[in-house]
T-cell receptor
Framework: GAVVSQHPSRVICKSGTSVKIECRSL??????MFWYRQFPKQSLMLMAT?????????EQGVEKDKFLINHASLTLSTLTVTSAHPEDSSFYIC?????????FGQGTRLTVV | SQQGEEDPQALSIQEGENATMNCSYK?????LQWYRQNSGRGLVHLIL?????REKHSGRLRVTLDTSKKSSSLLITASRAADTASYFC????????????FGKGITLSVRP
């Protein structure tokens, strides 16, 4: 199946700093990628749809200035958590759907201290 | 908002037994998919069933879909300890353009 690579897998940052998470499609082109957030023992909550060459579409309640998404190429989308706070600590996962099924990155465990 | 609702939320069985997990949803869908997640990892696609299909098999997995009841079930036969994971159903609504809505998930524990 298709491969989606997410980096880093874990990151610890200080409160107030920004963190960038990368999501790459390794063997296919992805005009659309999806970013999710997952709290412990909970489901995936869609944060935004990343669109290559255009602005991301954010879900209701997700601050676009807080979670910056850039999809500058057909194989790379980035999520930047700006001015991170402890409540932003979570598991962030990206996915791409070259067909109907979704292929997920490995996820990024973000801890803000 | 989350559309899929799985039940039970947690399931513990003995190795060799079958595990049945159910999912209900609310809107019209193009397809329903089941995913597996090991702790702290990304999700792995298991099986997709389209809205015009009623049953699908893949190895030890059997999925059914009842669009009149807006429900699906995932059966894992002859379970193994390695099947221990969280399982999620996800729906692609009509016109959703690949956007998936995930259920809350079921934690399956298979005791050796």
């Amino acid at each position: 199946g298709a491969v989606v690579s997410q980096h880093p897998s874990r990151v610890i940052c200080k409160s107030g700093t920004s963190v960038k998470i990368e999501c790459r499609s390794l063997d296919f082109q992805a005009t659309t990628m999806f970013w999710y957030r997952q709290f412990p023992k909970q489901s995936l909550m869609l944060m935004a749809t990343s669109n290559e060459g255009s602005k991301a579409t954010y879900e209701q309640g997700v601050e676009k200035d807080k979670f910056l998404i850039n999809h500058a190429s057909l194989t790379l989308s980035t999520l930047t958590v700006t001015s991170a706070h402890p409540e932003d600590s979570s598991f962030y996962i990206c996915s791409a759907n070259p067909q109907s099924e979704a292929f997920f990155g490995q996820g990024t465990r973000l801890t803000v201290v | 908002s989350q559309q899929g609702e799985e039940d039970p939320q947690a399931l513990s069985i003995q190795e060799g037994e079958n595990a049945t997990m159910n999912c209900s949803y609310k809107t019209s869908i193009n397809n329903l998919q089941w995913y597996r997640q090991n702790s702290g990892r990304g999700l792995v696609h298991l099986i997709l069933i389209r809205s015009n299909e009623r049953e699908k098999h893949s190895g030890r997995l059997r999925v059914t879909l009842d669009t009149s009841k807006k429900s699906s079930s995932l059966l894992i036969t002859a379970s193994r300890a390695a099947d221990t994971a969280s399982y999620f159903c996800a729906t692609e609504a009509n016109g959703a353009n690949s956007k998936l809505t995930f259920g809350k998930g079921i934690t399956l524990s298979v005791r050796p």
